[in-house]
């Protein structure tokens, strides 16, 4: 239970790091990518957030390769201090106003920074969970830390958001409102270490271990786990496993991600009533999450995913619709709310297909570089129906239009994929 505890609140906490960009988005736009049209800067935010999604699979790469090697534990301790280091670092940051150009070139460096740190709690936050519980549970932890996980990062960023809106309201906000929500970040450093000083390596990884140990003198060393991965063996399901996994983030990124510029920009919402709403969707995110993570235990994976796949299709782009078509507060959170719930419940069971594709000496890297280079791609997506829309009035539609896509491409991805349920025990490369 340590470890699912452990796992769960080091996603939540690098989410948490990383979400907060997207909360001040407008304001770090205008500052660090200022231009003629608003529209434009909101792009730059949201493109130097793509940034760290794309420089993600390098940290899994890193950090994965480390943790298939010699432990879960030691690579997700290290990572998420990096994490809450690197983003309280923005707060200090100078602005173009100060030092022109050269402050977004700065700002852009630390999101790759930050992104490789990510990437690496990825790795090993994605495995030590689920290889520490029962069988029987592997489907509600993959949903509590995949999708709860990011339900936790982005509910604790919505309540740092609502204290900081609180403290420096209106345009205290875009002077120096923006720095406490970085320097907020140190406190996922503290918190994840008091976590982790009791965290035990996970069982399955530790029997691994010790059947390396036992191997005869003169066995052939086994060849690293990324290169075992893009071997023409492997390299079809990693493929599409990528898909299903840029299937899942996109709709994350489009949807919970996208809301808090969806709330200011085309509902014109107060900070502190959207940091309400907000509040709100990352519950239902959550619970979406846990209850679609559980099915899977009972239906299978597959199954899951093409069954939300198939939700998604309708609910998407009907709620964006009925958003941007109503001036009512309530109105206008429920819709917030089962885009959330729907979203994260899309994706929950694909934290435990990834580590059952992947066997225990390839679980780290391969898991870890299919939901970041997934989530990579995703996560461009905001930028893009940014640029496409020539402004608020727009965005709806687009990401309608948007949606649609991705989800296609997700329910194409879990049509191709075999069931894994059960598959958790595989030891080897094989």
């Known amino acids: 239970m340590t470890a699912a505890l452990a796992s769960l609140f080091g996603w939540g906490l690098d989410l948490f790091d990383l979400f907060i960009l997207l909360y001040v988005a407008p304001v770090v736009g205008a500052l660090f990518f200022p231009g003629d049209k608003p529209m434009l800067s909101l792009a730059g935010a949201y493109a130097s957030f793509a940034v760290t999604l794309l420089v993600r699979p390098l940290g899994s790469a890193l950090f994965g390769s480390y943790a298939d090697r010699f432990g879960r534990k030691r690579a997700l301790t290290i990572a998420v201090v990096g994490v809450g280091v690197s983003t309280a670092i923005f707060g200090i940051l100078p602005t173009v106003a100060q030092i022109g150009t050269a ?3 700065v700002f852009l460096l630390f999101r790759v920074v ?16 689920t290889e520490s519980v029962p069988e029987r549970w592997r489907g509600l932890i993959s949903g509590m830390v995949g999708g709860g996980g990011s339900a936790i990062g982005g509910l604790l960023a919505s309540l740092v958001f609502l204290v900081v809106s609180t403290i420096a309201p209106g345009e205290a906000f875009a002077q120096w409102g923006w720095r406490l929500m970085f320097f907020s970040g140190l406190l996922t450093s503290v918190v994840g270490l008091v976590i982790f000083r009791n965290l035990e390596e996970s069982p399955i990884f530790k029997k691994l271990q010790a059947e ?8 052939p060393a086994q060849a690293s786990p990324i290169r075992t991965l893009f071997s023409a063996e492997r390299l079809p399901t990693f493929l599409l496993t990528v898909l299903v996994s840029f299937g899942g983030g996109a709709a994350y990124y489009l949807t919970s991600g996208y809301l808090p510029t969806f709330l200011k920009l085309v ?22 999450a846990c209850s679609v993570g559980e099915l899977s235990q009972r239906i299978g994976r597959r199954a899951s995913l093409l069954l939300m796949g198939a939700v998604r299709l309708l609910a998407f782009p009907a709620l964006y619709l009925i958003m941007a078509g109503t001036e009512n507060v309530l109105l206008i959170g429920a819709c917030a709310c089962l885009l959330s719930f729907v979203a994260n419940a899309s994706y929950a069971p694909l934290l435990i297909f990834l580590n059952e ?4 000496a390839l679980r780290a890297t391969g898991t870890g570089l299919s939901w970041n280079i997934g989530f990579a791609l995703g996560g461009i997506l905001p930028a893009l129906v940014s640029l496409t829309a020539a402004g608020p009035a727009e965005i709806p539609m687009t990401l309608a239009i948007f949606l649609t896509g991705v989800t296609l491409a997700f329910l194409l991805g879990a049509f191709l994929s075999a069931e894994t349920r059960g598959n958790l025990e595989r030891a080897g490369t094989g």
């Open 357 to 360: 594709t992947f066997p225990t």
């Open 212 to 219: 390396k140990a036992n191997q005869k003198a003169g066995t």
């Open 114 to 129: 930050q992104g490789i740190f990510v990437g690496g709690v990825v790795a090993a936050s994605h495995t030590i969970g």
């Open 267 to 288: 509902n014109n919402v107060p900070n502190a009533t959207a940091s309400m709403i907000l509040v709100g969707a990352n519950i239902a995110a959550a619970l979406g």
């Open 103 to 105: 402050a977004t070139v």
